[in-house]
């Protein structure tokens, strides 16, 4: 069984994004960027099955700018076994990267596509889902836990109030929480060993899939600055405000 | 408009001591400025080493001094809660046959003939102390055992705290738009809270003193570099709290390596980073080949760590002067002007004494170690202050 896992090339958790003068979106030069975090938790589940003999090959996959190769570099140095990139500097949306992703997935015929909920740039939480509807594939998301037997996969899913444990006939979809597993440290003969791993460089042109945005982005804007306090003289004024000013109590 | 007898520019961990160190030889009105949060800026980056080990002889004296300071930090801000966050775990420096060595000796020497406790070890009392590493090419191996590491950050906000107790107003998130001077004299500062009258002004602002040098018009030559500093595990071969920093100048990185959460090694290189074009703190890119690279490097000297796993990884950047030493002291032609900038990798190390001896340049009394090599006219006059060692921030 082979397995395909997504991974975006983001910018770290660590930097503080800074939004362009022009609004037109985050400024991303020079900055440090990594693989989606969620998308790490895909690459250590997938590539967990295929220790357990459970998969045969891990198929990292990520679409993009030619930069990506870094992040697919560090997929295969967690563990995947070779990796696609499809190549493009266009502007890609939840629904593009689904499009080019059925468009793998038609090509290599994997059973599971694991990827993760979201990515932590743009919070969108939907390639997944689209991908299942294009593919007409059954989809688990938010996955805490992925156990496979005989062509179905059973997996628990994080939803409000508790654990949904649902059954999937192979082949599916399923997108990761952060409860599925703590992704291993690249070591640095893995990092090596990634080196020699088989890239293969596609585009959409070549996939036939026309990536063009279907949303206008109308702008990007920073989170209002947090206002500085005031200092109140005593208990009844506190009380004052609240009651009158911020209507709270 | 609010007048102040100093103003400070900069609330990082040397600008935080200068504040703290003037309130507490008396100065009646002191202002702390950041443009962001106290020792938020390169300070939270820090590796936070703390050695004396120096080539150049007043680094040495102004290194020894901090550390007396480190070694009772609580005592020194008058603060029991106060902590930097020491680890004294010794520091070890090594040199095999080659062009680090002679400088290595001479640096020894000096420090042996400046009364710092430092012992020369064999490549077997070495292995005892750091036995995850090799020394069998080692030639000569230096031992501080009174240094280590601490944390660059909580010192900074420890001095901050110190500072506010002795009457210092503390204005985060204000930035400075210009020194206002009239006749060629300080006479107070422009900022987004307002202006500000004063009669001195201590810029400690890093790699943003070309901000300043912009405004009063004064060459400042500094450049921003950034180092990436990886934190591997290795687990047969844990780096643990007991185990000495190591600065190894046999590397082609002249490596420093450190404990780092009791168990992982945080190392870095101890060259000449990458040059940014402009004041830039933020987290920079870190490629899987340098990883490699460096992973190489450790493995050299660390055999274990050929299957080391790549924990976390982040970047630093250093304010980096020709000669890789800091500027401190007034600055000709504009009256009432303290810089301390430039310290290129080594500012949290000298952070307590630097504190202290601008502040007693701003108040007018004798400094503790003598700012004449610090001047910043050694940069015109060509009689820089570059360390034995070459460029890179063991100067």
Partial sequence: ?249 | MKSFDVIVIGAGVVGSSVAFHLARLGAKSVLLLDRGTIGAGTTSQSSGILRTHYSVRENVELARRSWDVFNNFASYVGDDDASAGLVKCGYLIASPEGDKLDPLRASLAQQVEQGIPLEFLSAQQATELLPICRFDDAAVIGYEPEAGFADAYMVATSFARGARRGGVTVKENVNVNRVLIENGKVVGVSTSAGDFTCDTVISTQNIWTPELAAWVNVPMPVVPERHAVLALECEAAPYTFKMPVYKDLGSPGMLYCRSYGGNQMLVSEGIVGEKLFGPEAEQGDIPLDYVAEVGEQVADRFPAYAEAGLASSWTGVYDVTPDWNPVLGRVPGVQGLIVGYGFSGHGFKLSPTVGKVLAQEALGLATDVSLAPYAITRFASGNLLTGKYGLGAVS
């Avoid at chain 1, 985050?26 to 969620?38: R, Y």
């Avoid at chain 1, 496979?148 to 899913?157: L, P, S």
């Avoid at chain 1, 508790?162 to 409860?179: M, Q």
């Avoid at chain 1, 585009?203 to 947090?226: I, K």
Wanted: neutral net charge; glycine residues 4%; charged residues 25%.
């Fill in chain 1, 1 to 249: 069984m082979k397995i395909i896992t997504a991974v975006k090339r983001v910018v770290d958790y660590n930097v503080s994004v800074r939004v362009k003068s022009d609004q037109s979106g985050v400024d991303i030069a020079n900055v440090k960027m990594s693989m989606n975090p969620f998308d790490e938790i895909a690459v250590e589940e997938a590539t967990r099955l295929r220790e357990k003999g459970q998969a045969t090959e891990v198929i990292a996959v990520s679409c993009g700018v030619l930069q990506s190769q870094e992040t697919l570099r560090t997929a295969m140095a967690i563990g995947a076994d070779r990796a696609i990139l499809v190549q493009t500097d266009a502007e890609l949306q939840p629904l593009a990267v689904a499009k080019l992703l059925k468009a793998v997935v038609d090509k290599e015929q994997p059973q599971l596509v694991i990827l993760g909920k979201q990515a932590i740039d743009d919070d969108a939480n939907q390639t997944g889902q689209m991908l299942a509807a294009l593919l007409d594939w059954p989809q688990a998301t938010f996955a805490s836990k992925v156990e496979i037997a005989d062509g179905v996969a059973v997996v628990t899913r994080e939803v409000d109030g508790g654990a949904e444990t649902v059954r999937l006939t192979l082949p599916a979809i399923v997108t990761t929480d952060l409860r599925l597993n703590e992704p291993r440290y690249v070591t640095l003969p893995n990092i090596m060993k990634a080196k020699k791993k088989p890239l293969e460089v596609l585009t959409p042109e070549a996939l036939g899939v026309d990536p063009a945005p279907r949303l206008q982005t109308v702008r990007v804007v920073e989170p209002a600055a947090r206002k500085a306090g005031v200092k109140v003289a005593d208990v009844a004024a506190l009380v004052d405000k609240l009651k009158n000013e911020a209507k709270v109590i």
